[in-house]
């Protein structure tokens, strides 16, 4: 999760305690099933998009609470 000055201005704090919270993680945690941590990272380039996430090699602008379940989900069904 991007918290570089634009995505923290555009609620990325926020979005990762909700991150954490869905995941049930702390900082530094990382998920039982291996697949989650969140990394607060300073900014990631692309900062028209904030507030960003990336998840490996992809990258996810604008991101507003309700993507989170959605996005959380996708991963884990790859898995
Ligand atoms: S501050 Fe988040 S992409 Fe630049």
Known sequence: MCLGT???LKGGQDL??????????GE???TQDGLFSIDPVRCVGCCGLAPV???GADTYGKLTRDQLPEIIAKYQSRA
């Open 6 to 8: 634009a995505c923290y």
């Open 16 to 25: 990762i305690e909700e991150a954490r919270s869905l995941l049930g993680i």
């Open 28 to 30: 530094g945690g990382v």
């Open 53 to 55: 996430l990336t998840v």
